[in-house]
């Protein structure tokens, strides 16, 4: 029996690249996002069972109406990954703009991840995976609420795998720290090391398969994760 995944921010980048991957590996597929002819067009694209649920995750009590219904057409769910997500440059915080992230990035991820947990609790099994970012690791001038929120889903994430773990719960939850990667959210910008979202989701997809804890995308990242970590604070505020 082929196994079942729902892409939360399925329309570009990470989320539209797994699409694909995942397609090929003979998963019948739920993908969500903010536009419905896009959903569409990639609904026709792919040689897989694929269902479609336009949704905004900013829109908490829409957004988890409409998970929940997802879950229901499709049956049992093997496997989520949360890859909505928004970030601004905004040095000179805008609080719309800052408000508007939080919306998306917490409060949209927190409901997909809890309404995903308990039916991976309720059915005995499942794997949850979140992407993150490197930016979780250290706070940002440019984009405050971005890195804040992301340092938000990667402590989330623990918290729900320990919850699994005291549980005895055979649910596996990875979270997946990328560096820079060609995405719609990071044209513009003065970038090094940037990954095409096709190697993103091949490498995460491989994570996927190892049931990875924590997973920099690309590799190279967990160096830079490394020096983050280390780096006094008078010299990360030079950078």
């Not at 905004?90 to 800052?98: A, V």
């Not at 729900?160 to 055979?170: F, G, Q």
């Not at 997809?205 to 006094?232: D, E, F, N, S």
Request: contains cysteine; aromatic residues 8%; glycine residues 8%.
């Amino acid at each position: 029996m082929s196994k079942s995944a729902i892409i939360i921010g399925a329309t570009s980048g990470i989320g539209k690249a797994l699409a694909e991957v995942l397609a090929g590996q003979g998963y019948r597929l739920g993908l969500t996002g903010r536009r419905l002819p896009l959903l569409q067009e990639i609904k026709e694209s792919l040689a897989a069972e694929v269902f479609i649920e336009q949704m905004d995750v900013a829109d908490v009590p829409e957004t988890e109406e409409k998970f929940k219904t997802l879950i229901e057409k499709m049956g049992p769910i093997d496997l989520v990954i949360i890859s909505a997500g928004i970030g601004h440059l905004n040095s000179k915080l805008d609080p719309s703009l800052e408000i508007k992230t939080i919306e998306t990035n917490v409060s949209g991820f927190v409901v997909i991840a809890d309404v995903a947990f308990m039916h991976f609790q309720t059915q005995g099994k499942g794997h949850l995976v979140g992407i993150s970012s490197i930016a979780a690791l250290r706070g940002s001038a440019l984009a405050p609420a971005y890195s804040a929120s992301k340092a938000f889903v990667s402590n989330y994430m623990e918290g729900l795998r320990l919850k699994a773990l005291k549980a005895n719960l055979d649910i596996t939850v990875t979270d997946v720290r990328p560096g820079f990667v060609d995405t719609p959210m990071t044209q513009g910008q003065s970038m090094f090391w940037v990954a095409p979202a096709e190697k993103a989701a091949v490498q995460i997809w491989q994570a996927i398969k190892a049931k990875k804890v924590c997973v920099y995308i690309t590799r190279r990242w967990r160096l830079i994760a490394w020096l983050m970590r280390i780096m006094p604070n008078w010299i990360y505020g030079k950078i």
